[in-house]
C-alpha cells in the first residue's frame, strides 16, 4: 500500500502525457503527409478545402492546383477532375486572376453533365463575373492540323475552330504549317467582348523552274554577274543610306524643336496664370479689362495670351512635321530594302477602333 499510491500517480501522469502528445503527434503526421511531393489527389483536396473555408484563397489555389495537375484518367474520376478544376476557377477568381479562372472554369462546365446541379450554378455564376474583365477569341483555322500561337506560344493541339480567353490589349495570333505559308493577323481584345478571326493557311509556292539556256549562261558567267551587280548596286545602296540618315536626324531635330515650342509655351501659359492673378487680387472689379480705359496690365495679358497660343500651334505643328519626316524615312528602310526567301521578315497590318499601324515580324 506505500507503493500503492506512487504507482498509481504514475501511470496517471503518464496516461495524460499519451492524451496531450497523441494530437500534436498525428497532427505532424499529418502535415508531413501533406508537404510530401508523393501527396494525393485526396490529400491535396482535402488541404485545399481546408484553406478554402478558412478564407486563405492563396494557400487552397496553391493545393487545388496541385491537384488538379496531379489528377489524371487513372486515378480519378471525370466527376473528381471536374470538380477540382471549378474549384481552382472559383480561388482564382476571388485572387482575381479572371483570365486563369475563366479557363478553368469553363473546362469544368465542358464536362458539365458529371457535375451535380449546384456545381454547375456555382461554377456558372463564377464564370460570369470573371468574362467582364477578359477578352474572348474566336478562332477558326483551315486546314485544322496548323500549329496554332498567340503571342509567340503555342495553345496546344491543333482544332478547327478554338474559344481562347485573353488579357485585354494587342495580341497576335499566327497558324503554320509545313509545305505552307504561315498566316498572320492582330486583334486588340477588350474585356467582356468577343473577337472572331478566320485564318487561312495557304500552300507554299513551288519554286521556279529555271530554264536550260538560262542555267548553262549563269554557270559560265557567274562572277562576272555578280560584280556587275554588285557594282551597280553600290552607288544606289550609298545614295539611299545617306538620304535615310539625314532624314532621321532632320526628324529628330524637328521633333526636338516642337518640344522646345511646347516647352516655352507652357512657361508662358504660366507666367499668364501668374500675372492674372496678380491683377484680379488687385483689382476687384473683374470687367475692369473689358472697358475702354482698362489698366495696361490688360494689354499685356492679351499679347502674352497670344504669345502662348502661337507657340503651343507652332510646337504641335513642327512635331507633327517630325513625326511625318520619322514616318517616311523608315518607310523608306522597309520599301528599299532588298528582300530574301530567309529572311522571315513579314510586316503586318494592324487596325482597331483607336488606332491603326505596321506589325514587323522576323529576323533581320
Excluded at 497670344?306 to 511625318?324: H, I, N
Amino acid at each position: 500500500m506505500r507503493f500503492g499510491a506512487p504507482s498509481l500517480l504514475f501511470c496517471v501522469m503518464l496516461g495524460a502525457a499519451a492524451v496531450y502528445t497523441s494530437p500534436a503527434c498525428a497532427e505532424d503526421i499529418y502535415s508531413t503527409l501533406e508537404r510530401s511531393n508523393g501527396s494525393t489527389v485526396k490529400d491535396h483536396v482535402r488541404r485545399a478545402q481546408k484553406a478554402r473555408d478558412a478564407g486563405r484563397w492563396i494557400e487552397a489555389h496553391a493545393a487545388y492546383k496541385a491537384a488538379f495537375e496531379t489528377a489524371d484518367p487513372a486515378s480519378s474520376t471525370e466527376k473528381e477532375r471536374a470538380e477540382i478544376a471549378g474549384e481552382l476557377g472559383l480561388c482564382e477568381l476571388a485572387l482575381r486572376r479572371y483570365r486563369d479562372a475563366i479557363e478553368h472554369l469553363a473546362w469544368s462546365l465542358e464536362q458539365r453533365d458529371a457535375l451535380p446541379l449546384a456545381l454547375q450554378l456555382r461554377f456558372e455564376a463564377g464564370q460570369r463575373k470573371a468574362a467582364p474583365y477578359v477578352g474572348t477569341l474566336y478562332l477558326s483555322v483551315d486546314p485544322p492540323d496548323a500549329e496554332v500561337l498567340i503571342d509567340g506560344k503555342s495553345i496546344g493541339s491543333p482544332a478547327r475552330t478554338y474559344r481562347l480567353f485573353l488579357d485585354p490589349g494587342q495580341h497576335m495570333v499566327r497558324a503554320r504549317l509545313a509545305g505552307h505559308e504561315e498566316a498572320f493577323a492582330s486583334f486588340d481584345a477588350q474585356a467582356g467582348k468577343p473577337t472572331t478571326i478566320s485564318l487561312q493557311v495557304p500552300r507554299a509556292a513551288p519554286p521556279a523552274a529555271v530554264p536550260a539556256k538560262d542555267a548553262a549562261t549563269v554557270t559560265r558567267e557567274p562572277k562576272r554577274s555578280a560584280r556587275g551587280a554588285q557594282a551597280s548596286a553600290a552607288p544606289t545602296s550609298s545614295t539611299a543610306s545617306k538620304l535615310r540618315i539625314a532624314g532621321a536626324v532632320l526628324a529628330g531635330a524637328t521633333m526636338a524643336a516642337g518640344g522646345g515650342l511646347l516647352i516655352w509655351s507652357a512657361y508662358t501659359e504660366e507666367e499668364l496664370h501668374n500675372r492674372a492673378t496678380a491683377l484680379r487680387g488687385a483689382d476687384k472689379d473683374a470687367s475692369r479689362c473689358a472697358r475702354p480705359n482698362a489698366p495696361r496690365t490688360c494689354s499685356e495679358l492679351r499679347d502674352l495670351q497670344e504669345k502662348r497660343d502661337l507657340l503651343k500651334t507652332a510646337g504641335w505643328v513642327t512635331l507633327a512635321s517630325g513625326g511625318v519626316i520619322g514616318v517616311l524615312t523608315l518607310a523608306s528602310l522597309l520599301v528599299g530594302r532588298p528582300s530574301s526567301p530567309s529572311d522571315g521578315v513579314r510586316i503586318v497590318p494592324t487596325v482597331n477602333g483607336q488606332r491603326a499601324g505596321l506589325m514587323m515580324i522576323g529576323a533581320w
